[in-house]
């Protein structure tokens, strides 16, 4: 610790014991006094109070079924009956004497039925779930984001039933919460989503007539909440998505609330740090820190509400700021270009506006606020209710008539380690790699994931993440399964994870994961990538991906692992909920949605033949967690072996169009075959009267299997019906077909890539150039060239083989 954070810690403590002495000595505590200044100006909402009914008529208008599910939930939050976070019907009614069964019980925590005791709040240990059970539940009620609820309920119904409720709840909060006592003390950024619930109320209500003499009991509060956050700021404890929350509440109670003590300094101070933590949270790349998409898109949300609110109140915006929010707002957009932006990491389950929306498919929102707050077009943004609220009708102007335009840019975020892999045909799709740290420090929220895959097709999720299942229960197991290595689409080696998960927010023998290579060209891309994560076994195993995709066809994957001795190796394959996966036999699973109509998309999974791999491929059922809390069965590909290193194999991923034959056509199974020599690995696919082949070098020698010989990385061929269709070459200096040269290059090269269907032909400048017989074989000029005498009924006759 340095001296300044060794002043904060010990201020920090001094105000714990001051405060629980005061309250011993029968001070009580929990409002401050306002300033009697009636020329303080307050600061300007989202909306002004003549504009309330207008945003609460457009949601009518534009989202009716939102505007009845608001409804439908106030009903049950006067009933006393929550959801929260993956948890449905949650009552949290008190029912031990007290002569009311319908009080709200403040502390308890109602999945697990235990009650954190009224302790002074930093001498409760919130993480120990014999003494409180879940803290993230009784934290979620007593964020208050359901009071925001009734205030927009009674904004809706014009019904007075749901202000008169908001008020008893807050007023029962009060009493079994006098500070410091209790555990909804004990967080920061607990704190400071309450004040900004109680924003949020003030702001809805402002109009409302049986809300006026209530606002003179909630001011003192805030007010109160907003000492509380200045001092005990999470500038040393959680410098994340913890600060930054605290630093916007901060600013919203300084900037609309002149009048409270400490305004002025809450509404400078608030700013600075979330102008200093969008530089130091997000890497260059627009990544969020954490390497979870949830807090990436927890992030963006406050970013974006600290700079709206700025915006409406004339403080000035640094246009680093606004390039920071920009590269986050990319980052989602170019995961969601097929269909949801799957998640990875912790799923952390709240939300900064409507906490039920904390779904998969929901992690695009922020998109609707970028494209209307920097007049964006965003392919994936959607007309919310929360854009509806923060910008009324602008936002339904620029979002009402948003038109779903399939993109495909395959494109990398470094710094953050997501590679992205995109295609259009035969739709579109998305493949994520994730080949980035594994978070930051002791990557409290990042996953043992490395070099794990995600796949959305279709508009529709297919290899997807399994979620965070919950952070703390009884068993660790529960918390450390679903941040394992076994819960993502990667390679687990000898059953342990690439990390060692330590407590609940920290790992050891954390790996480092490096991009190795990354090309994409007009037709394929590229992702090699590695890591150590089981360097620390006793006979150490580097794992290394390829994958490659090739536009319009398929995704190769390719596993190698390094190492000496003998090893069990796994690879899972997590498919969406919705989909339906069937064991064909032979290497190969069909995956369908499980109500597909003839036509719809699906996807092939083939393993080569005559291996290890196709022996032990197993279809099952495992449990992802689609929120926190909240379970859900799942289809499960487990392909698995035991073998000696240095091994390797792959995994085609052919994504289809309705049936895996076209009608009249005779079923061709899909074959793939694996095949090797001292410098070359090839693999072959068969599918109908077309053939993939795909070379990689196994070292920087030059290399020769059948017709074909070059010192390229990397080479892929499509033959169709016996002639070239498509080739890239990756590194190298030349290609030759049975000695004779196709393909040449005065130096190292970065790639080549021609496609017969559309006379695709592309290099990097000044490389790769053609000769004489690479022309006669594509342009057809002579007839016993372009053909490669390939049999696809007959294995022996392959193209690729050594006889050829």
């Known amino acids: 610790m340095n001296w300044e954070e060794v002043r904060v810690r010990v201020g920090q403590e001094f105000h714990k014991q001051s405060d629980l002495l005061m309250h011993r000595v029968g001070v009580r505590n929990g409002a401050m006094r306002l300033k009697a200044d009636s020329a303080a100006r307050p600061g300007q909402f989202f909306f002004s109070g003549s504009e309330i009914s207008e945003r609460a008529e457009l949601l009518r208008t534009h989202l009716p079924d939102e505007a009845a599910g608001v409804l439908r939930e106030a009903d049950e939050i006067c009933g006393h009956r929550f959801r929260l976070l993956g948890y449905e019907n949650l009552d949290f009614t008190l029912d031990c004497g007290s002569g009311n069964s319908k009080d709200i019980d403040w502390h308890l925590d109602p999945v697990h039925g235990k009650r954190a005791p009224l302790d002074p709040w930093f001498k409760i240990p919130f993480l120990d779930f014999a003494v409180v059970g879940d803290h993230k539940v009784t934290w979620e009620l007593n964020r208050h984001q359901h009071l925001t609820t009734l205030a927009k309920a009674r904004l809706l119904s014009g019904d007075a039933k749901y202000v008169r409720e908001l008020m008893v709840q807050w007023r029962s909060w009060i009493k079994a919460n006098p500070y410091p006592l209790g555990i909804n003390w004990g967080s920061t950024l607990e704190v400071a989503f309450r004040s900004l619930s109680w924003i949020w109320v003030d702001q809805l209500l402002a109009g409302a007539a049986e809300y006026a003499e209530f606002r003179a009991e909630l001011a003192p509060a805030l007010a109160f909440h907003g000492r509380y956050i200045e001092r005990y700021l999470s500038t040393y404890f959680s410098p994340n998505t913890h600060l930054l929350g605290e630093a916007v509440a901060l600013f919203f109670l ?36 954490e390497q979870s998409l949830y807090y ?45 932006a799957e998640g990875f990491g ?75 892999l995109a295609d259009l045909q035969p739709y579109a799709q998305t493949m994520v790699v994730d080949a980035g740290p594994q978070g930051v420090g002791r990557s409290g929220h990042g996953h043992a994931d490395a070099l794990s895959l995600r796949l959305t097709m279709d508009g ?3 290899l997807v993440d399994a979620g965070s299942g919950v952070y703390i229960s009884k068993d660790p197991a529960d918390r450390n399964t679903f941040r394992g290595t076994g819960a993502h689409n990667t390679v687990r080696v000898d059953g342990v994870d690439q990390a060692v998960a330590d407590e609940p927010f920290s790992w050891i023998h954390i790996p ?103 022996t032990a491929m197993e279809v099952s059922r495992t449990l992802l967690s689609p929120a926190y809390g909240a379970f859900q069965p799942a289809p499960l590909v487990r392909c698995h072996a035991r073998v000696l290193l240095p091994t390797e194999t792959a995994t085609v991923l052919v994504p289809r169009r309705g049936a895996i034959r076209q009608e009249g056509e005779p079923l061709v199974e899909p074959r793939l075959a694996s095949m090797a020599q001292a410098a070359v690995q090839v693999y072959e696919l068969d599918y109908h009267d077309e053939s993939h082949g795909f070379f990689f070098a196994l070292g920087d020698e030059a290399w020769r299997f059948g017709p074909w010989s070059s010192d390229a990385r990397v080479l892929y061929c499509r033959i169709v019906k016996e002639k070239l269709a498509h080739l890239v070459v990756i590194g190298g200096t030349y290609v030759a077909w049975q000695g004779e040269p196709l393909l040449k290059a005065g130096g190292p090269s970065a790639f080549f890539e021609w496609r017969k269907q559309d006379a695709l032909m592309h290099a990097a400048p000044g490389e790769f150039s053609v000769t004489p017989l690479f022309e006669e074989m594509t342009g057809g000029s002579r007839s016993s060239s372009p053909a490669l005498n390939h049999d696809s009924s007959n294995r022996s006759s392959s193209p690729y083989a050594e006889k050829h």
């Open 254 to 289: 300084g900037t609309l609330y002149p009048q409270m003590p400490g305004a002025a300094r809450w509404k400078e101070s608030g700013w600075q740090i979330v102008l200093h933590e969008a530089g130091r949270q997000v890497r260059p790349d627009g990544v969020y820190f």
């Open 296 to 340: 990436h898109v927890y992030a963006l949300d406050f970013f974006l509400y600290a700079r709206l609110l700025a915006a409406r109140n004339g403080v000035e915006i640094p246009p680093a700021y606004d390039a920071v929010l920009g590269r986050m707002l990319d980052v989602v957009a170019v995961l969601a270009q097929a269909g949801p």
């Open 346 to 420: 912790d799923d952390d389950g709240g939300r900064v506006w409507n906490p039920r929306r904390n779904r998969t498919e929901q992690m695009t929102d922020p998109l609707a606020l970028g494209a209307v707050m920097y007049s964006r077009e965003l392919p994936a943004a959607r007309l919310t209710e929360e854009a509806i609220w923060l910008f009324g009708n602008q936002a339904v102007e620029k979002l009402s008539s948003a038109q779903t335009s399939a993109t495909a840019c395959s494109l990398a975020f470094p710094d953050g380690g997501l590679y992205v």
């Open 460 to 462: 529709r999720r297919w």
């Open 512 to 614: 480092s994961t490096e991009a190795e290579s990354w090309i994409v060209g007009k037709s394929f891309a590229y992702f090699v990538g590695s890591h150590n994560g089981y360097a620390r076994l006793a006979d150490p195993v580097v794992h290394r991906r390829h994958v490659l995709k090739i536009a319009g066809a398929l995704w190769l994957v390719r596993d190698v692992a390094l190492g000496h001795t003998e090893h069990e190796l796994e690879i899972r394959w997590h498919f969406a909920p919705d989909l339906e996966v069937r064991n064909i036999g032979a290497g190969r699973v069909e995956i369908t949605r499980a109500d597909a109509a003839s036509g719809e998309s699906g996807l092939s999974l083939i393993v080569p033949e005559e291996t290890v791999w196709r």
